[in-house]
C-alpha cells in the first residue's frame, strides 16, 4: 500500500500529493468543491452520526472513539476496500474538516488502514 496522508480540508492542497480523498460525512463549512480539490467524498467511510456526536472531538474519549470507529468499518467493507485501492494505486491524502490535527476521523482511519 502506498503511503497515506493526512491534511486539513482547509490547507491548500500541494502539487503531487496524490489522490484527495474527503472522508466526512458533512462537506466542510465555507470551502468550495473548487478550493478543496477533492478527487473523491467517501462519505460512506466516516463515522455514523451517532458517533461523530458522542465523539465531540473530547481527547479524553479518544481510545473508545477508535475502536468504535473501527467497529463501524468493519461492519462497512466497501467503502475500505475502495480506499485501500486507491491507496495499492498511489499516493493518497485523506481530508477532514475537524479543527483538532490529532483527534479526528481521518487519524483513525489512517492508523485503521496501516493494520
Known sequence: MSAIS???AYDPP???EGRRVLVDR???????RETL???LWLREIAPSDDLRHWFGHDPQKWDEFRRRYGKELDANPQPVRELRQLANAGP???LYGAR???HNNAVALRDYLAQ
Do not use: E, K, M, N
Request: no cysteine.
Open 6 to 8: 493526512i491534511r486539513r
Open 14 to 16: 500541494d502539487p503531487g
Open 26 to 32: 458533512i462537506w466542510p463549512r465555507g470551502i468550495s
Open 37 to 39: 480539490g477533492a478527487d
Open 92 to 94: 493518497v491524502v485523506l
Open 100 to 102: 483538532d490535527t490529532r
